[in-house]
């Protein structure tokens, strides 16, 4: 599957995508063991998410239209 879509969107896998193939890998795996962290601490991502991050957005961005 992972070659039929980079012929299809003509992706060169050189250095350059390995690297950043590797960097979203490790990125995924971060994600991942900060919310099986929060999960066992019984800590609210969204309430924070919403207070810390999505409170900073224009209202335009943040509306459900």
């Given amino acids: 599957m992972s070659d039929i879509y980079a012929a ?3 992706i060169m896998r050189d250095d350059c995508w390995r690297l ?3 960097a979203a890998d490790e990125l995924a795996d971060l994600i991942a063991h ?3 962290l929060a999960h ?3 800590l609210d991502v969204d309430a ?3 207070r810390k991050w999505l409170a900073r957005l224009p209202p335009q961005l943040t509306s459900e239209d």
């Fill in 34 to 36: 900060c919310l099986l």
């Fill in 48 to 50: 924070a998410l919403s």
């Fill in 40 to 42: 066992a601490r019984n």
């Fill in 8 to 10: 299809r969107f003509e």
């Fill in 20 to 22: 950043a193939k590797q």
